[in-house]
Every structure is written in C-alpha cells, then in structure tokens.
C-alpha cells in the first residue's frame, strides 16, 4: 500500500477515536460500579477492580459519565457506563517527548527515561506455519499465530510487526517479553506515545495500529521496573 495513502487512512481513524482512549479506574472502595445506562440508579451490570485498565469513550450526551470497554482475567468481554469520576485517563501523566519516528524505530527520552520501539517488515513466508485457522459458519478464518488472536491483518497478510519494545526508567532496563508483542501486526509508530506515573513509578506505552477494520489500540505497563501486562483492543 501507498506510504501517503496509509498514513491518511491512519489520520483518519486516530480523528475517530480522538474520543476514546485508554484510562485507569480509581476508587477508594476498590472497584467501580458498571451501569447498563448512564445514570446512578441504572442496573449494576458489573464490576471493575480498582487500578484496572479499561477503554474509554466520551460523548458530551452522556453527562458526566462515558462508556468504558474492559475484558476480565476469564476473557469476558464488559460494557456499560462509569461515572468519569471514577476514571483517570492515561494521557493525563506526564508525556514522555518523541524525539525520533519513522517506520522501523519510535524514540522517547526524558532525563530519567528512554523508550525504544523497534519493527520491521513482516517475512510471511518464513513464519507462515506458525498461523492457524478457526472454522466460523464452514468457513476458515486465519486468526492466530503461534496459538494467540492475530491483531492489526484484518485477514489479509501482515506487512510488519515489532521486534522489540524497551525501556530504561531510573538505570533499570525492561525489555517487553517476546510473547506479548508478537501476535501485534502493521506497526504504527508515528502514533506511539509514552507516558509515566510519577507517583506509582508506572510506565504507560500506547499506540494505534493497523488500519480501517484491522485497526487496534494497544497499552504496555510496565510497573515498579518490571513489565506487568498489556491491554489490546478494537476501538470500534
């Protein structure tokens, strides 16, 4: 695909989704309240533990509340409605400042901090023995690699993916494991952005890859200088 092309149709979604973005849950209590409608005598129809990361969406006709989009440790899929007060957004810490992008690299760097993401062009015919295929309605669907859900494809072939995700915050060096970023296809790195909780020592990297259908949002954390976990979803 045409570079100029791509990153159009990379604007244009990151313009849609100027309204939802990664956000963390707080409450004293330790979890929130999720409501069928925006409004507090809604029915509960879950819970979220406080500290959890969830995918937030906000429209000026919901108030003060917004839609939040969470999976639980048993892979079940949540929706509903959180009182914004109960949220804190991602992009609310402090912004660790790009100073390099293009394809292959994105690099971050304060005094204390430095982050490196680095990907290349997909070889498929090296690693396509390691995709698998699922049987939905007699039809097979290819959407694993090497046992996890493909993101970013929409079905078609993967043009790139990461090599590796690193960070040195206050001398101590995290590398994001192997596992957790190669199942992530068509690298975007013009639109990563890092940001840092000061008062947690928490490391947030987030970014939106792909395109049109096969566009996800993804977000590493990486805690206390030991990387905790990954939240990755389809903001559509």
């Known amino acids: 695909m045409n570079h100029k092309y791509l990153l ?21 209590e330790g979890y929130v309240n999720v409501r069928k409608q925006a409004t507090v005598n809604s029915a509960i129809v879950s819970k979220i533990a406080a500290d959890e990361i969830v995918y937030a969406f906000t429209d000026e006709t919901f108030g003060d509340w917004v839609i939040v989009d969470y999976t639980d440790n048993h892979n079940k899929s949540i929706t509903g409605y ?40 997909f070889d498929y015919e090296k ?8 049987q939905y309605d007699g039809y097979a669907v290819v959407d694993k690699f090497r046992g996890q859900q493909v ?9 790139s993916h990461y090599t590796s ?59 206390k200088g030991q990387y905790n976990s990954r939240v990755v979803t389809m903001p559509f």
Request: hydrophobic share 35%; proline share 2%; net charge negative.
């Open 165 to 223: 995700i690193q960070a040195t915050i206050k001398g101590r060096f995290i590398q994001i494991p192997a596992k957790e970023i190669e199942n992530l296809f068509n690298v975007n790195n013009e639109f990563a952005t890092c940001y840092y909780d000061d008062s947690n020592d928490i490391l947030y990297i987030s970014t939106v890859n792909g395109d049109g259908a096969g566009g996800y949002a993804v977000l590493f954390e990486i805690k």
């Open 8 to 28: 159009v149709l990379l604007f244009l979604t990151v313009c849609q989704l100027a309204s939802a973005q990664f956000a963390k849950i707080i409450d004293k």
């Open 82 to 121: 959180v009182h914004n007060s109960r949220i804190k957004y991602i992009e609310s810490y402090k912004q660790i400042p790009t100073v390099f992008s293009d394809e292959g690299t994105g690099k971050f760097m304060t005094k204390d901090i430095i982050v490196q993401i680095n990907s290349d062009r």
């Open 127 to 134: 690693n396509k023995g390691d995709f698998s295929s699922t």
């Open 151 to 159: 993101w970013g494809t929409d079905g078609e072939i993967p043009t």
